[in-house]
T-cell receptor, first 107, second 115 residues
Framework: GIQVEQSPPDLILQEGANSTLRCNFSDSVNNLQWFHQNPWGQLINLFYIPSGTKQNGRLSATTVATERYSLLYISSSQTTDSGVYFCAVASGSRLTFGEGTQLTVNP | ETGVTQTPRHLVMGMTNKKSLKCEQHLGHNAMYWYKQSAKKPLELMFVYNFKEQTENNSVPSRFSPECPNSSHLFLHLHTLQPEDSALYLC??????????????FGAGTRLSVL
């Protein structure tokens, strides 16, 4: 099956800092999603981005499908950005999740 | 609000109990999923239902029994669970078909503790 690696595993920021999270995957995909899991367990869809670049407010994502990686950019981080960020990929209907990046934003 | 509702949010059960988790989606999707998330681990796919038919069972023990009566509702029946089954159980739904991209939306999860 597809392998998904996320880095870094943990990230601590001061409020207002910028960050980049990375997701590497081992095979061609037709679906790549970024999620934010809040401290209560809810998974929030951030981006559906099998290729290209998208922006939503302070967040943006880029997937380079030919090189099998995706990046999630968080600018001007806020304490509410804390939580775990997951990348998930699929070549069919089965989504495979990475192990996540635990982000802590301190005031 | 993601359009996927799970109940209950929290559940404590003994190893001899029988309980059920419920998931309902209001998005008009045709596929539904159960995932398990144990502490400090990524999500693991358990079951996939496509148009009410089970299309994937990811080697899940028989003490977990899914049921999908229609495209909007999904249940996970639990019996004689083990303490290691304690986890967050997440339901998701998506629209499967040409051009839809299979974008999955998740419920808030049921946090299960087995004593």
């Amino acid at each position: 099956g597809i392998q998904v690696e996320q880095s870094p595993p943990d990230l601590i920021l001061q409020e207002g800092a910028n960050s980049t999270l990375r997701c590497n995957f081992s095979d061609s995909v037709n679906n790549l999603q970024w999620f934010h899991q809040n401290p209560w367990g809810q998974l929030i869809n951030l981006f559906y981005i099998p290729s290209g670049t998208k922006q939503n407010g302070r967040l943006s994502a880029t997937t380079v499908a030919t090189e099998r990686y995706s990046l999630l950019y968080i600018s001007s981080s806020q304490t509410t950005d804390s939580g775990v960020y997951f990348c998930a990929v699929a070549s069919g209907s089965r989504l495979t999740f990475g192990e996540g990046t635990q982000l802590t934003v301190n005031p | 609000e993601t359009g996927v509702t799970q109940t209950p949010r929290h559940l404590v059960m003994g190893m001899t109990n029988k309980k059920s988790l419920k998931c309902e989606q209001h998005l008009g999707h045709n596929a539904m999923y159960w995932y398990k998330q144990s502490a400090k681990k990524p999500l693991e796919l358990m079951f996939v239902y496509n148009f009410k038919e089970q299309t994937e069972n990811n080697s899940v023990p028989s003490r977990f029994s899914p049921e999908c009566p229609n495209s909007s509702h999904l249940f996970l029946h639990l019996h004689t669970l083990q303490p290691e089954d304690s986890a967050l159980y997440l339901c998701a739904s998506s629209l499967i078909g040409a051009g839809y991209g299979n974008i999955q939306y998740f419920g808030a999860g049921t946090r299960l503790s087995v004593l």
